[in-house]
């Protein structure tokens, strides 16, 4: 019996060392993850700012209270389509700008589309209404919150646009072209497994003011908003 026993004590540890294992090596993917998606919105944004009259208005950047970038998300359609990747959000905070929280984005759209295509997305969230929606578990664009696509370059237009009353503004880069985009009926919904396994808490908190002070946020993760503090000021 105590052999019994034994044994059985040998195999629940072996089950929990694997399990051990198993949970930091996930945490461990996860943490990689994280940390392309940072750097992949830095870099698709930069790319975007740095396009001499064609990129976002500053005034704009100036003005948001949220910025979100989803690179690379794949749109696949044949009459019936469907948009699905992955992004960052960061919001502004007093002397920059938050710890990147990980959303998904999804939704579909209709048309005579044939193949794949990959579009890159960024969103300026101006005001108290949108930011809140990024707080609940599931936001659709163009719902709660109104969404129009944003001016781009010198067509900066003065405040009396419609457009700029907008809760949200939308742009999309896709073969080299970037231009204001409405994204209606897209959803984005956090992305908990990565924002846990990176800050051990889920989106709507780490977009709360200084959740995560800079000094806190892991270094793998600093490069996104530290590119949105190069390209806009209050």
């Known amino acids: 019996m105590s052999l019994l026993r034994a044994s059985f004590a040998l195999i629940l540890v072996g089950l929990l060392l694997s399990t051990a294992v198993l949970t930091a090596a996930q945490k461990d993917s996860r943490t990689k993850d994280a940390a392309r998606h940072a750097s992949d919105a830095a870099k698709t944004f930069t790319e975007i700012m740095n396009v001499k009259d064609k990129a976002i208005p500053k005034e704009l950047l100036d003005t948001a209270e949220a910025i979100a970038v989803f690179p690379d998300v794949l749109k696949a359609a044949f009459f019936l389509g469907g948009r699905g990747g992955q992004g960052v959000i960061s919001r502004r905070v007093k002397g920059g700008w938050s710890a ?8 579909v759209s209709f048309g005579p589309q044939i193949g794949a295509q990959k ?82 808490t889920k989106a709507g908190e780490v977009l709360k003011e200084q959740a995560v002070p ?19 000021i209050r």
Not at 145 to 162: H, L, M, Q, V
Not at 214 to 225: D, E, W
């Open 214 to 232: 800079f000094a806190q946020m892991p270094p793998s993760v600093r490069i996104f908003p530290r590119t949105l503090v190069r390209y806009s």
């Open 100 to 107: 990147p929280a990980f959303f998904n984005l999804s939704g």
């Open 119 to 200: 579009t890159d997305y960024i969103l300026l969230i101006m005001n108290e209404s949108g930011l809140n929606g990024l707080l609940k578990d599931k936001f659709e664009l163009g719902g709660e919150a109104s969404i129009a696509a944003g001016p781009i370059g010198r067509e900066a237009a003065a405040s009396t646009n419609p457009r700029l009353d907008a809760g949200i503004l939308s742009y999309s880069r896709s073969k080299g072209v970037f231009l204001g985009a409405a994204l209606k009926g897209a959803v984005i919904s956090p992305d908990n497994d990565l924002n846990e396994a990176v800050y051990g």
